[in-house]
Nanobody, 124 residues
Framework: QVQLVESGGGLVQAGDSLRLSCAASGRTFSGNAMGWFRQAPGKEREFVAAINWSSSSTSYADSVKGRFTISRDNTKNTVYLQMNSLKPEDTAVYYC?????????????????WGQGTQVTVSS
């Protein structure tokens, strides 16, 4: 079992930056692929970014490529999402997720553990 707690969300203006953190605890972390997803009001949850266990491979949604960066620190059991050049359309609840497997995928159904989410609001 892996417990995930997100932090770092908030209200910012368009063009600003935020860094989300996801602290993991439980049975294992370093062997798990990790992902970030988001859900805006009235919309389905969507993939944002993912990283494999060793940080050697990452994946991004086209909408965030070049603006967001996912990273992890296995010594701190933490995964990060650095978000730059934020846009109003980035407004959503952001969720951290973990897989039991070591390689990342973009399908939310493939993730086994989820955090409670952190709100990110970007004003224009």
């Amino acid at each position: 079992q892996v417990q995930l707690v997100e932090s770092g969300g908030g209200l910012v203006q368009a063009g600003d930056s935020l860094r989300l953190s996801c602290a993991a605890s439980g049975r294992t972390f370093s062997g798990n692929a990790m992902g970030w997803f988001r859900q805006a009001p009235g919309k389905e949850r969507e993939f944002v970014a993912a990283i494999n266990w060793s940080s050697s491979s990452t994946s991004y949604a086209d909408s965030v490529k070049g603006r967001f960066t996912i990273s992890r620190d296995n010594t701190k059991n933490t995964v990060y999402l650095q978000m730059n050049s934020l846009k109003p359309e980035d407004t959503a609840v952001y969720y951290c997720a973990a897989r039991k497997k070591s390689y990342q995928v973009i399908d939310s159904a493939a993730y086994d553990y989820w955090g409670q989410g952190t709100q990110v609001t970007v004003s224009s």
